[in-house]
């Protein structure tokens, strides 16, 4: 009886870690850009862009800076922001189930405008 008691108070103190992790110690390609895939091998720390499955709280952001992982932005309509962290780190994240998509922070190299790029006139409005 006290076994059955155990299991069951066991379970229990389990199931809300389990909801943000997956058992794995392999990063979730998947949900990375293919520049932060090319990244994770890198010993410097990284910038990314990360994407949740809904608006979290601030327990969530709470429980990534315990991970090493520094938020430098929340962006609520992304449902994420721009964090800072090890490939190690950044590797684990991607296992949680709330992540839904996350990607390198990278400059943006070309911006394309659709149109006659010669009339500046009309493109004002782009910019």
């Not at 990314?48 to 962006?75: A, C, H, P, R, Y």
């Not at 390198?104 to 405008?113: A, M, T």
């Amino acid at each position: 009886m006290r076994l059955a008691v155990f299991m069951v108070a066991l379970v229990a103190s389990m199931s809300g870690s389990l909801a943000y992790t997956n058992i794995t110690d392999q990063p979730d390609m998947s949900k990375m850009s293919n520049e932060l895939v090319s990244e994770l091998s890198s010993l410097e720390e990284l910038e990314v862009i990360v994407q949740f499955t809904g608006e979290q709280d601030n327990s969530v952001w709470k429980s990534l800076e315990s991970m090493g992982i520094d938020m430098i932005s929340e962006m609520s309509v992304l449902n994420g922001g721009l964090i800072v962290g090890t490939a190690k780190e950044i590797s684990r994240l991607s296992t949680f189930s709330i992540v839904k998509h996350m990607e390198l922070n990278v400059p943006i190299e070309h911006f394309y405008l659709p149109g006659d790029q010669d009339d500046t006139e009309s493109m004002m409005h782009e910019t």
